[in-house]
């Protein structure tokens, strides 16, 4: 590789052999970093809908997930900052399967469709078309010229598979069983012109899983089988021809000498190295929350990551390293409904969070939370649920109960070991390994959107 630019030797213009062999190099690797952060989206969405078969014997011809159980049920899994608080039903619908598949949904839920780039395609539930009475959707797949029956809320899917999801609460499904039965009767998805029919529905609850993507040489692989089995219209040709020059073409074998293996290797590591930076340093200046203090926001430029027409690429990686679900939900100020985020890595002096030290987090009195809000620690290396040996790296206001302040206030704890009297309120961390916290605010109010309420920042202790 380029060590130095003045190693470029040019004789009459042209490039040396040596040089050249250089440039090559630097030009292979470059390309393949780039391809790893803009396929990224895809790639984890590859992940997400693999976990459904792979760990839990889910069909994706109608089969769904639930997790009947918040807090311990889901704390082993691996995925992309999951939360503990809520009982989600997800399934992975393979369009070329399936062919027009039908999805219904019940009243009061929150819910997404993304396609297989995570791009998004709907919501269901109380921020889609049904407005949460319930509904028929009927999701299309690339190219369908057939005909469309009335009475559903119709979308079109540029790939064959797509995610399903839909986050219930507890008053309507209960828990345990109760969520289970819930999910199996009122929430189906199924090949159109099948007839209604309960889907095959598991339990996810305390069945350990891992939706995250890999970040070696197989992220490459399973690119190259996702480009194998998608319709071609699901890419650009911008998209076709970074792939082409990596030896990813449809229609042929992937099959990389020992040089451009060792590239794409390398390429996988730089643009991870990227990746991280662009999630712990972000330099966007709309990143910070606050002027005062360490929170970032995790969503800018909307859900098509844009801002004045242009495609904010580090925003894009930003969301898709440490999260996923793609929805205008999101973004949208919807007081007393949905959820918003904020994420600290850093403490009050702008030093990364330390699992060896003792924090404090203050939340001030009037969390503007209608629902329930909730602190999350996740593994920096797998922006994933911290395993620290605890039944759940979280504290809910909804599950746990923390002690209150007499002004109102809620401290909670991080470090190796519970400040004395503190261990309702307190969240292990494991020295030597980095952590970060999301804060969640189910049924936001406007003090948050006003910012007239604004959580401490961590503190050493």
Do not use: C
């Amino acid at each position: 590789m380029i060590s130095h630019l003045d190693d470029l030797k040019f004789e009459g213009g042209y490039p040396t052999a040596e040089t050249t062999r250089k440039l090559y190099d630097q030009l292979d690797l470059q390309r393949a970093a780039q391809a790893y952060l803009d396929f990224m989206p895809a790639i984890s969405m590859q992940a997400l809908l693999d976990m459904h078969p792979r760990d839990h014997g889910v069909s994706e011809t109608g089969g769904m997930i639930v997790y009947t159980e918040p807090g311990e049920g889901r704390s082993k899994d691996l995925g992309l900052t999951y939360n503990t608080e809520s009982m989600y039903a997800s399934a992975s619908v393979d369009l070329k399967q399936t062919g027009p598949a039908v999805i219904e949904v019940p009243p009061n839920v929150l819910g997404v469709i993304n396609d297989g780039f995570f791009l998004y395609l709907a919501d269901l539930g109380n921020a889609g078309p049904d407005r949460g009475k319930g509904g028929k959707y009927l999701l299309l797949p690339p190219g369908y010229e057939g005909d469309v029956p009335e009475g559903y809320f119709v979308f079109r899917s540029s790939t064959w598979r797509n995610w399903v999801m839909a986050r219930g609460f507890e008053q309507d499904t209960g828990r345990g069983e109760a969520a289970l039965a819930y999910y199996k009767a009122h929430f189906k998805v199924y090949p159109l012109g099948e007839g209604v029919h309960q889907p095959s529905v598991f339990s996810a609850s305390f069945k350990p899983s891992d939706s995250t993507f890999a970040r070696d040489m197989r992220y490459f692989e399973r690119l190259h089988q996702m480009v194998q089995y998608e319709p071609l219209s699901a890419f650009t040709p911008e998209q076709l021809g970074l792939l082409h020059a990596l030896g990813i073409v449809k229609g042929a074998p992937f099959q990389p000498d020992e040089r451009m293996r060792r590239i794409l290797s390398d390429g996988v590591r730089l643009g991870d190295g990227m990746a991280k930076a662009i999630m712990f340093a972000s330099r966007d200046p709309e990143a910070r929350v606050y002027p005062d203090r360490h929170w970032e926001r995790v969503f800018i430029g909307g859900y098509k990551f844009e801002r004045d027409g242009a495609r904010l690429l580090d925003a894009r990686t930003l969301w898709h390293y440490g999260a996923i679900v793609v929805t205008p939900a999101m973004e949208a100020k919807m007081v007393g409904v949905g959820s918003q985020y904020l994420t600290a890595y850093k403490d009050a002096s702008g030093a990364y969070l330390d699992g060896g030290q003792n924090y404090r987090l203050r939340l001030p009195t009037g969390i503007p939370a209608k629902n329930f809000w909730s602190v999350t620690v996740y593994d920096t290396e797998t922006r994933s649920l911290l395993q620290n040996g605890q039944p759940k790296p979280s504290i809910s206001s909804a599950f746990d109960q923390p002690e209150v302040n007499p002004d109102g206030s809620v401290d909670i704890f991080f470090g190796p070991a519970a400040p004395q009297g503190k261990e309702k309120n307190w969240i292990r961390t494991v020295p030597g390994q980095g952590h970060f916290v999301w804060i969640r605010l189910y049924g936001p109010l406007e003090p948050f959107f006003e910012q007239t309420w604004r959580p401490d920042d961590i503190v050493k202790v």
